[in-house]
């Protein structure tokens, strides 16, 4: 209630709060992280102005900072009702949309923005991931799924994905039945990853570790076949890549694209030179 | 777990919260072989940066945003555990990033870094963002 009350008053508790003062407050907090306070604030002001574009456009932020979707949607429609072509209100439509792997319609309104603003970076960063998404290749090593029986999991494996960059699975081990859209949503992260590592001018992406709570999911990829392992979360950065570079190298002779066999060597055995050097580079 | 620690005395103060997160981006920046932080909303706001100038912090910020939510609803959708920490390598370098409540923490850093060390350090950055930011945002 403390805090409640500091916001709604201004200090001295003299004058109300004018609604571009609460929003410039409101900026001010979300520009800390504190955005609960800010939200606070945002309501007020449009407790003042409820047609004030600006407070629905903080407010569309704030809730999609607080990972809040669907009240965000509302807002970023409410503003593009009243401004078909506001920027930031399509851009963040956009990224809603790819978030809900509706790559169409963030196209869609990442073009509406761009026509109006061809200058836009966050928008024209995010139009690269997306033509990278559709420009994927879905044709490379298709011909063959790998015998995944012959891929051998380290001891403390938990499971394989082996796919294309577009999404398409090849094999898994186990056989899951989530194993398609694990490979789906693989592909949409890495495409992002690489955009990023682009724009960051570090060139293309070739490992990721993902770590959650339980898993540590080791990858590996040359733009167009990704192998990715899961194993324990405490599993040794170094040991993990070592893994995924011996089955990265197993799916390459599976698939016919590999000189020379690796014969699936046992867990820790490189299976080729460049693979550890590589390993050791970012460990 | 190995590797240097981030040294932050931060207060509960809410009103010196923006200086304490300027503080976490340079203590991270200052860290072996690290090129640059930030820490972006998970609307893509850049709330602190200190990355080369050779990098656009906005596009940078808004895809590291995008990947990071991407990441969190693929888990949500498969019912598994929502991503800590992410490293994504390549010829020229490493991005590595970081969930936590406020958004995401992105480190910049060289090839040839210690994976180890900047996973503790992002660990401690989201622990003590953690300890100062949930109270206040509990409160409201």
Redesign the interface.
């Given at each position: 209630m403390p805090?409640l009350r500091r916001l709604w008053t201004p200090r001295g508790g003299r004058a109300p709060l004018t609604v571009a003062e609460a929003l410039r407050r409101a900026e001010q907090r979300?520009?800390?992280?504190?955005?609960?306070?800010a939200?606070?604030l945002v309501e007020r002001g449009l407790t003042l102005d409820p047609g004030n574009i600006t407070a629905h456009l903080l407010a569309a932020?704030?809730h999609?900072?607080?990972?809040a979707t669907a009240p965000?949607k509302e807002e970023f429609r409410w503003v593009l009702g009243r401004d078909p072509n506001h920027a930031r209100a399509l851009?963040?439509l956009a990224?809603i949309a790819?978030?809900?792997g509706d790559a169409r319609t963030c196209h869609d309104l990442l073009r509406r923005a761009l026509r109006f603003y061809p200058d836009f970076?966050?928008a024209?960063?995010?139009m690269e991931?997306v033509h990278a998404r559709e420009t994927a290749p879905s044709t490379a090593p298709s011909a063959r799924a790998p015998r995944v029986e012959r891929l051998r999991l380290p001891g403390t494996g938990r499971a394989l994905i082996v796919a294309r960059a577009d999404g398409g699975l090849l094999a898994s081990q186990p056989v899951a039945d989530?194993a398609k859209?694990?490979a789906e949503?693989q592909a949409?992260?890495l495409r992002?990853?690489?955009?990023?590592?682009t724009?960051?001018?570090?060139?293309?992406?070739?490992?990721?570790?993902?770590?959650?709570?339980?898993d540590a999911v080791f990858t590996r990829t040359d733009g167009e076949l990704v192998v990715s392992l899961a194993l324990p979360r405490a599993t040794d950065?170094t040991q993990g890549l070592l893994d995924v570079n011996r089955l990265w190298s197993a799916t390459l002779h599976e698939l016919g694209l590999a000189a020379t066999s690796p014969a699936a060597a046992p867990s820790a055995t490189p299976a080729d030179t460049s693979a550890a050097d590589s390993t050791r580079?970012?460990? | 777990m190995s590797g240097p620690r981030l040294k932050l005395a931060l207060e509960h103060d809410s009103s010196s919260r923006g200086g304490h997160i300027r503080d976490i981006v340079q203590e991270l920046k200052r860290l072996h072989w690290v090129r640059g932080a930030l820490i972006v909303a998970a609307d893509g706001f850049v709330i602190a940066a200190d990355l080369p100038h050779t990098v656009a912090v906005d596009p940078l910020a808004a895809l590291a945003a995008t990947l990071g939510r991407e990441l969190e609803t693929s888990a949500a959708r498969l019912r598994r555990p929502s991503f800590c920490t992410a490293l994504f390598s390549a010829d020229d370098g490493t991005m590595f990033l970081a969930a936590c409540r406020i958004g995401y923490l992105v480190v910049l850093a060289d090839a040839q870094v210690n994976v180890q060390a900047i996973r503790g350090a992002l660990a401690d950055a989201v622990a003590l963002i953690e300890a100062a930011w949930a109270p206040a945002e509990a409160t409201g």
């Open positions: 805090l979300r520009r800390e992280g504190r955005y609960t306070e939200s606070l932020y704030l999609t900072a607080r990972r965000a851009l963040g990224r790819l978030e809900e970076p966050e024209a960063a995010l991931a989530d859209d694990v949503a949409r992260a992002l990853a690489a955009t990023a590592l724009r960051a001018g570090l060139g293309p992406l070739h490992r990721a570790i993902v770590e959650d709570g339980r950065p580079r970012v460990s | -």
